[in-house]
């Protein structure tokens, strides 16, 4: 699991990438990456993730992401972990309800106060888009070549600087790393990232395919959040 969640955090959240000589056309790159910004000012949707790891081991995360942030933040997000020919549910599943903070990891229980991670009641997911602050600039060196067919935009993900990112937790290589999105009304609608990586730990080489499929539904329209009815037994984290 940690492999899958560093991998994860990087390809989808660490494109805080230094300048390269060849990058993706200027139009198209921003155009994506507005519609990005477009998406996490939702007031409300639903999200859907499916993360794929093909190794020695083989995994898959599936995830559902439920938000509201129109008055109060109130979100509902629910995970299952398929491994070794077993499936988790519950792995990890993180619920916020009325200023407090609820976690249920694998049967766990716990709760606590939206302050002690960091938020208030009235914070939005817009402070969590990761690349709100960089520059035109930065974000075109992010890809480093794309093209648009109808409202699907595709781009080669900048390898080197992403292999320097993950070596951090081992030698990598990067061979491939693309990421296709579909914008419908300027907002990312679908989005799908593909990476193929060989890591090389303690003398240990290992090959790695991992696929990251995200959908957005019920945007600006999600009629409630599925919360599980026995929050107020979760224990008191104190």
Not at 15 to 44: I, M, R, V, W, Y
Not at 56 to 78: G, M, R, W
Not at 118 to 130: A, C, E, F, Q, V
């Amino acid at each position: 699991m940690k492999k899958i969640t560093i991998f994860i955090l990087t390809l989808i959240f660490g494109f805080g990438l230094t300048a390269c000589s060849k990058n993706a056309p200027a139009d198209l790159s921003l155009e994506f990456f507005n519609a990005l910004h477009h998406t996490f000012q939702a007031d409300s949707a639903h999200v859907e993730f499916n993360i794929v790891m093909n190794e020695d081991d083989p995994s898959e995360i599936l995830a559902n992401l439920y938000f509201d942030q129109k008055n109060q933040l109130a979100l509902a997000a629910t995970s299952s972990l398929k491994a070794g020919g077993r499936t988790q549910d519950n792995f990890l599943d993180f619920y916020i309800k009325d200023g407090k903070t609820y976690l249920n990891s694998m049967g766990v229980k716990t709760q606590s106060v939206i302050e002690k991670i960091g938020l208030k009641t009235d914070s939005k997911l817009t402070n969590l888009d990761p690349f709100l602050d960089m520059t035109d600039e930065e974000l075109k060196q992010v890809f480093t070549s794309g093209k648009k067919e109808g409202d699907t935009y595709s781009f080669d993900i900048n390898k080197g600087e992403l292999a320097k990112l993950l070596d951090a937790y081992g030698s990598v290589d990067v061979d491939h790393a693309t990421l296709e999105a579909k914008i419908n009304d300027g907002v990312v609608t679908d989005l799908r990232i593909d990476a193929d990586l060989a890591q090389k730990i303690d003398e240990h080489a290992l090959d790695t395919s991992i696929a990251i499929t995200i959908r957005v539904s019920d945007y600006d329209k999600l009629s409630s959040i599925p919360f599980p009815d026995d929050l107020d037994t979760y224990k008191i984290d104190e």
